[in-house]
């Protein structure tokens, strides 16, 4: 396991740095070859081998932001969410998923792992003995988000490890939504870490790229797979993401400050119905949250009042942004139903909990006080028209 265990800034800015050994500039320097010599070298560099200068430099800092042994990037959250899977999944096996899950790694696994013989079980909740309740002879897999999309659902990770461990599978996380700043799933025995680096790790809705964290073995036979599916990532995205990396953990750490004040100040609000945040004492699993994270989050979601329309709100909105994909330095709202859970039907989402108006809120770094004023006032204009219709 990766022991650097310094503090979470300091891995961010200077762990897997390159050396500017020529010129001596204060950041890495770029390495754009796709194009290596083959002989006389003590490895054969490949942009599709995850080998590059400046893709082993990157693995390093995901490696030790997630105290993991060894990490791979890829060129986006799927592709290194259906790499990870198919590196452990053959014909005849079967994999256990949380029930709230990525509407992505959901339509993946239900329109995907049937064509290679591969069965699969979603849970009805999330506790362990909901897991453990779909556990087969052929299981090899158990795969788990917390917290999830778009509902903030909690999982005790440390129950799933243990579950997993007592039956020899792999168990597998998508962490995005908390960030390695966040939370450290291997810290709590998860096999396999897996991010959307689109997000929290690039932070300015400009790159799209994935990660995967684990032990040298298992990425070694996550490696094997991904050399087939060709899934690798530019090397001037990979230097973008290094550069963005750098400052995730003063973004996140502000963004988790807004989003608890923002999730506070809408469950006060008599035009909101619910409010989906681990932050709030009244979540569900707030004591979970609590124990296993070291701060709540940027993500929330929360339900207007009925009769009030959530995407006229939406349209009022003159600060936060409606915009697609999440964790950018400004705010954003979408609603899942038309986006990041629009491949789900309408019955597999009202399974999740998932409304039509429901709201998903990506909450940025602006002062707090403007997002609050900006809420206000498309409140106000929704609630108008609707009086007026």
């Known amino acids: 396991m990766n022991q650097d265990r310094r503090g979470i800034n300091t891995i961010c800015t200077h762990a897997g740095e390159l050396e500017d050994k020529e010129y001596k500039g204060s950041v890495s ?15 054969k560099r490949y942009p599709r081998y995850f080998n590059t200068p400046n893709q082993e430099a990157l693995c390093e800092k995901i490696a030790a932001l997630e105290h993991a042994g060894s990490a791979l990037i890829f060129g986006s959250g799927m592709a290194a969410i259906s790499t990870a899977l198919m590196a452990f999944l053959q014909a ?64 005790d990770m440390t129950a799933v490890a243990k579950l997993a461990q007592k039956h020899d599978l792999v168990s597998m996380i998508d962490n995005t939504f908390a960030s390695p700043v966040n939370q450290n799933p291997i810290d709590f025995g998860i096999d396999v870490v897996i991010h959307s680096a689109t997000k929290y790790m690039g932070g300015h809705s400009d790159i799209c790229a994935g990660t995967v964290a684990c032990s040298t073995a298992y990425r070694d036979q996550i490696w094997q797979t991904a050399i087939c599916f060709g899934g690798s990532l530019s090397d001037y995205t990979v230097w973008l993401l290094e550069r963005s990396i750098k400052t995730m953990g003063v973004r996140v750490k502000a963004q988790n400050e807004n989003a608890q004040k923002l999730a506070e100040f809408l469950v006060e609000k008599d035009e909101v119905d619910e409010v989906y945040y681990p932050g709030l004492p009244t979540h569900p699993s707030h004591a979970l949250a609590k124990a296993q994270m070291n701060g709540f989050g940027g993500m929330l979601s929360f339900e207007l009042k009925e009769g009030l329309d959530a995407s006229e709100f939406m349209k009022c909105l003159r600060l936060i942004k409606p915009s697609m994909s999440l964790a950018g330095v400004e705010s954003t709202m979408l609603l899942p139903v038309k986006t990041s859970h629009a491949l789900m039907s309408a019955e597999d989402r009202a399974k999740q909990g998932i409304k039509d108006g429901l709201i998903r809120f990506s909450v940025g770094i602006e002062e707090t006080e403007d997002l609050i004023i900006d809420i206000e006032q498309a409140l106000k204009q929704v609630k108008s028209k609707t009086v007026l219709t």
């Open 92 to 155: 005849g096996d079967h994999i256990v998923l949380q029930q709230t899950l990525y509407g992505g790694t959901y339509n993946f696994v239900v329109t995907q792992l049937e064509k290679y013989g591969i069965s699969y079980s979603f849970t009805e909740g999330w506790q362990a003995e909901d897991f453990e309740r779909e556990l087969r002879p052929n299981t090899k897999v158990i795969y788990i988000e917390t917290p999830s999309n778009p509902l903030l659902t909690i999982t």
């Open 29 to 43: 320097p770029l390495y754009m070859g796709s194009s290596y010599a083959f002989e006389e070298v003590d490895i």
